[in-house]
């Protein structure tokens, strides 16, 4: 079973980094200019962007730094009993502008552990605008965006919220519905650090709520449902709602329909991005297609491609992900130690005197700030 679930991680962090990847060429295309450029059926295989095939961009590069923010937050707590985690995903956003090559006064503070070690994560990859000047503007660390936006880049990185706060409840009986709801409230919190606008950060707390649920094997019309129930508890979360709904709508009377995908929006703001990510996964017959579906429309097709990615690798597993997307896909190794970590972490011996070599190791890889 272990190994089941370990698979599971692993097929959302490398599926959402393959569509990324896929999706990458074509994120300032409209569908028109995408199937003149690469055929009727649109483009279904990797190609060249940012000088390489199979690069990432800036969502798989934000997702692994909230990785890392969430397996920091958990180590700080397990070792010193507290712990604020949207503060210590903020230093990890921090890290992250770092690598994009801008100074920030609190850097002296956070630079350091495993993966800002990792020079490939140095490359600019038309990081948001919101996101970088969100960053630029804080002045104490957790501190909430001033804006009013509620573009993609605060949902398509907050996956990993939700893999590790199932990882943790699988270790514990009951419901688990008080972790649900800190899936969904700390994806909100994570996706405030950058966009003000309620509904950018309730869109992350749905998305991560259905990693969630899809983690304990939850079928996706399920778990949207048991999400829509939670999301209805909070204020302001009509457009968040309504996009979801329209979502579902649409699979169940246009499936694999470019009209459908076209009233859903165009992904470049919040709740579109997670509207069309599902309906591509609830119209799916597999990975592929899904995937396939969720890049080749009018809008931010590396957004939805990384979000429909992470649905379907936890839907489908790893097995599902076609090795010629794989092959040449960037970090692959970095998102697969990430993906493990956050499965094994629960297990992680941290304040065992008998196994002080394992807790060094985790407190080295991942310092607690």
């Not at 956070?110 to 490359?123: D, R």
């Not at 907050?158 to 706060?165: D, E, F, R, S, T």
């Not at 688990?176 to 409230?185: G, I, K």
Request: charged content about 20%.
């Amino acid at each position: 079973m272990e190994s089941v679930i370990r698979d599971l991680f692993r097929a959302c962090l490398l599926g959402g980094a393959v569509g990324d990847a896929l999706g990458a060429p074509v994120e300032f295309m409209s569908r028109n200019e995408i199937l003149r450029h690469f055929g009727k059926d649109g483009i279904r295989d990797m190609v060249t962007a940012y000088g390489h095939i199979g690069a990432i961009t800036d969502d798989t590069q934000m997702t692994l730094f909230t990785a890392e923010g969430m397996l920091r937050a958990y180590v700080r707590g397990a070792t010193r009993g507290i712990c604020h985690p949207p503060s210590i995903i903020a230093y990890a956003y921090l890290r992250w502008l770092h690598t994009q090559n801008i100074k920030h006064p609190l850097h002296e503070h956070c630079l350091n552990g495993w993966l800002i070690e990792q020079k490939t994560l140095f490359s600019r990859r038309a990081p948001g605008i919101t996101c970088v000047s969100a960053l630029q503007a804080m002045r104490s660390v957790g501190e909430l965006a001033k804006n009013d936006s509620k573009g993609c880049g605060g949902v398509m990185r907050v996956a990993p919220i939700g893999m590790l706060l199932a990882s943790q409840a699988r270790k514990q009986a009951g419901s688990h519905q008080t972790e649900l709801r800190q899936s969904f409230d700390l994806a909100c919190e994570a996706s405030g650090i950058t966009h003000g606008h309620p509904t950018g950060q309730l869109a992350a707390g749905a998305f991560s709520a259905i990693i969630f649920l899809l983690l304990f094997g939850i079928r996706l019309p399920v778990a949207i449902e048991q999400t829509l129930k939670l999301l209805a508890q909070y204020p302001d979360h009509e457009e968040t709602t309504h996009a979801i709904q329209h979502a579902v709508h649409y699979a169940a009377t246009q499936p694999n329909s470019h009209d459908a995908l076209r009233q859903l929006g165009e992904g470049w703001i919040a709740e579109e991005s997670l509207a069309i990510s599902l309906y591509c996964a609830l119209c799916a017959t597999d990975f592929e297609s899904a995937v396939i579906l969720s890049v080749n429309h009018d809008g931010d097709s590396d957004s939805t491609g990384s979000m429909t990615g992470q649905l379907m690798g936890v839907i489908s597993g790893y097995s599902a992900i076609p090795s010629r997307w794989l092959e040449h896909l960037e970090l692959k190794d970095i998102l697969v130690q990430i993906a493990d970590d956050l499965c094994n972490a629960p297990d992680w011996k941290l304040n065992d005197w008998n196994a002080s070599e394992e807790a060094d190791f985790y407190l080295k890889r991942y310092p607690g700030g």
